[in-house]
T-cell receptor, first 111, second 114 residues
Framework: KQEVTQIPAALSVPEGENLVLNCSFTDSAIYNLQWFRQDPGKGLTSLLLIQSSQREQTSGRLNASLDKSSGRSTLYIAASQPGDSATYLCAVGSYNNDMRFGAGTRLTVKP | DGGITQSPKYLFRKEGQNVTLSCEQNLNHDAMYWYRQDPGQGLRLIYYSQIVNDFQKGDIAEGYSVSREKKESFPLTVTSAQKNPTAFYLC?????????????FGAGTRLSVL
């Protein structure tokens, strides 16, 4: 059974700093990996989707990388802003359409 | 506006009562999902449905029931058998676009016990 771990559980940084969120998974036979943002009391918003054949995806100040062999993905946020404060969830998709979620990293960007 | 609508936003359950959470989508997606989210934990799958009139148990189906009579609707009933129902419930639908496999989420329903 796929296990997904996100470290750290919480992170606080000053505005403008570049930061990296980590996601690790136990089974490298994945179909895709998705990073989501969740604001308090809200649903999930998809940020980036990486297919198993890809190494990275970029959207604006966000860059997600995937290393299947080591079971890791990172989400890089450049020039962080207070509006980036949220919980970031990593989800690993399998070939049977199953999706496993990490517990998330709660990010606070201080002005 | 295309999307997934969950209602109500907040729900309170009395002991011994069954309550139903609504999930409606107008994205024309075949597959729909129900997840439970507890503080400090990832989302856990309760039930999923790949097509109308078919659904499968997820990892934590005990104490829950679903139906899928229409493509657009996938309601979740939290029965009195679910002894710890307080949680945030998220509904999702899946888009199969070529090789992609993307889930879209509703805004969630927070269920509390009175």
């Amino acid at each position: 059974k796929q296990e997904v771990t996100q470290i750290p559980a919480a992170l606080s940084v000053p505005e403008g700093e570049n930061l990296v969120l980590n996601c690790s998974f136990t089974d490298s036979a994945i179909y895709n990996l998705q990073w989501f943002r969740q604001d308090p009391g809200k649903g999930l918003t998809s940020l980036l989707l990486i297919q198993s054949s890809q190494r990275e995806q970029t959207s604006g100040r966000l860059n997600a990388s995937l290393d299947k062999s080591s079971g890791r993905s990172t989400l890089y946020i450049a020039a962080s802003q207070p509006g980036d404060s949220a919980t970031y969830l990593c989800a690993v998709g399998s070939y049977n359409n199953d999706m496993r979620f990490g517990a998330g990293t709660r990010l606070t960007v201080k002005p | 506006d295309g999307g997934i609508t969950q209602s109500p936003k907040y729900l309170f359950r009395k002991e011994g009562q069954n309550v139903t959470l609504s999930c409606e989508q107008n994205l024309n997606h075949d597959a729909m999902y129900w997840y439970r989210q507890d503080p400090g934990q990832g989302l856990r799958l309760i039930y999923y449905s790949q097509i109308v009139n078919d659904f499968q148990k997820g990892d934590i189906a005990e104490g829950y029931s679903v139906s899928r009579e229409k493509k657009e609707s996938f309601p979740l009933t939290v029965t009195s058998a679910q002894k710890n129902p307080t949680a945030f419930y998220l509904c999702a639908s899946r888009e199969d676009r070529g090789a992609k496999n993307i889930q879209y989420f509703g805004a969630g329903t927070r269920l509390s016990v009175l």
